[in-house]
């Protein structure tokens, strides 16, 4: 029986080049302003259209402003960024969403709360973090530029069929422990390369009962350990999700796409190139120490000393100590931080600052802490309202942005300062990631609340 991953792949494969890639049909394409202007530029060059317009969705987020979107972008290289897209999708013909309008917000936010990205799609776009979108049921992966175009223009891709990978997690979850700290457990178990070549399936009791904001986290970070991508089958979870969105199949179309979604799972005799096995109950709320989203400890924990690293590693490890400000051994708890950034498109959604707000309720937020709160999409700001969670946050001493990668990375005005610690809900905490010289620790919703009210490294089941 073949794996989840052949099933989807094989359906999609329009010819197999004998001793080359596979030429796969592309169900999805999203297209943000900062990996694009080069393939639309390619495509002008040859005189081309797009294939299929109509799979193709485009929307600014990693430049957008998360303050004061109605006036011109400040930056004149966002500003030339953001205004290429739009003319570009213009110029094509292509569904745009655009900054400061109602369907704005992260791509890989947007698509799953569209309805865009569907169970059995093959998904792609030129960002890494394309991985998210897995969480569906669907193969999802980020690519080149070079490799958007090829899409565009012919709505296939070329690509060498990755290796199978199953990680299931046995057990359910302890209090305080969110979908963020096992995505950052298994990232520090298998490191960073550990799945590199592989497309990997989640599964077990804790994948099971996460909520699809939750698998979304975990697929959006399969790609930091690096695999290819990552995916969760689809399950009544899924279809509770997907269900009455805009783009979801409606009346029998529904009905129909809802018997092929049920035939979406791997078969209990199928078959991975490699099978790994964990405990729900050996993670607790964890943070990171290094510059690299593997180098992590339970919250709990300290860092490890330089006995516990290979001779090979000892000198990158050191180095990644000295630029955080840390020692080998040390223990983080109570560790003072300056910055709390909640959102990216790894914890952006209403899950996360539902998360967030239920831990601050009632409490106030440390004076020597800036915090950033950051919807995923306007979508997500509109829930935030209608919940009420708005008012709780801001009684707390919070204030809401406005939709955008915000301090995921240092593409916009949401840059930390040299030397800060910022405790950080996104997924990457590489040197001057989130701006030149700051320090990163990565974190879930829970762990950067409790640092948020706290001004220092704290272990968010002391307020649960």
Known sequence: MNTLFDKIWDKHVVQVIEGGPTQLYIDRLYVHEVTSP????????????????????????????????????????????VDTLAQNCKDFGLTHYAMNTPDNGIIHVVGPEKGLSLPGMTIVCGDSHTSTHGAMGAV????GTSEVEMVMASQCILQQKPKSMRISIHGSLNKGVTAKDVALYLMSQLTTSGATGYFVEYSGQAVREMSMEGRLTLCNLSIEMGARGGFVAPDETTFAYIQGKEYAPKGEEWNQALAYWKTLKSGDDAVFDKELEFHASDIEPRITYGTNPGMGIGITEHIPT??????????????????????????????????????????????DFRAFASLVAGKHKAENVVAWLVPGSWAVDRQIRQEGLDKILEAAGFEIRQPGCSACLAMNDDKVPAGKYCVSTSNRNFEGRQGPGSKTILASPLVAAAAAITGKITDPRDFI
Request: with cysteine; glycine share 10%.
């Open 140 to 143: 999802a992966f980020g690519i």
């Open 38 to 81: 080069q393939a639309f530029a390619g495509m002008r060059e040859r005189g081309l259209s797009c294939f299929r317009p109509n799979k193709i969705y485009c929307m600014p987020d990693h430049n957008t402003p998360t303050h004061d979107q109605d006036k011109p972008i400040v930056d004149p290289v966002s500003k030339k960024q």
């Open 306 to 351: 330089l006995s516990e690293i290979s001779d090979a590693g000892k000198a990158s490890f050191q180095k990644s100590l000295d630029y955080m400000g840390f020692h080998p051994g040390e223990k983080l708890l109570g560790h003072p931080i300056d910055y709390v950034f909640l959102g990216a498109c790894t914890n952006g959604r209403i899950e």
